[in-house]
Nanobody, 125 residues
Framework: QVQLVESGGGLVQAGDSLRLSCAAS????????MAWFRQAPGKEREFVAG????????VYADSVKGRFTISRDNTKNMMYLQMNNLKPEDTAVYYC??????????????????WGQGTQVTVSS
């Protein structure tokens, strides 16, 4: 099974940018649909963005469209989330997830088989 490790979180001010990274190991990242989710204190985990195995197709939550960009580099077994114009409501733990099925990334938490440990993103106003 694939192992996922996130990095790149931190404390930033509103309007700043961050890039999160997700490193996949033990299995090739190219075998998985991958996605980013986030969970704020007291809230349910929510979908942020997803990307197909090839990287050609992406899906975004409405709340991040136009600000966040998901990408992947299968040659390096890496996935990324470029986050621009960050807002305080983006504050959450961000998780990398992998789905072994082929197709369009789903927004459903339960469809993802593997998860990273999360990285904290805090945006101050």
């Amino acid at each position: 099974q694939v192992q996922l490790v996130e990095s790149g979180g931190g404390l930033v001010q509103a309007g700043d940018s961050l890039r999160l990274s997700c490193a996949a190991s033990r299995r090739p990242a190219s075998a998985y649909v991958m996605a980013w989710f986030r969970q704020a204190p007291g809230k349910e985990r929510e979908f942020v963005a997803g990307i197909t195995q090839s990287g050609y197709n992406t899906v975004y939550a409405d709340s991040v469209k136009g600000r966040f960009t998901i990408s992947r580099d299968n040659t390096k077994n890496m996935m990324y989330l470029q986050m621009n114009n960050l807002k305080p409501e983006d504050t959450a733990v961000y998780y990398c997830a992998a789905d072994s099925r082929y197709g369009t990334p789903t927004m459903m938490v339960t469809r993802y088989d593997y998860w990273g440990q999360g990285t904290q993103v805090t945006v101050s106003s």
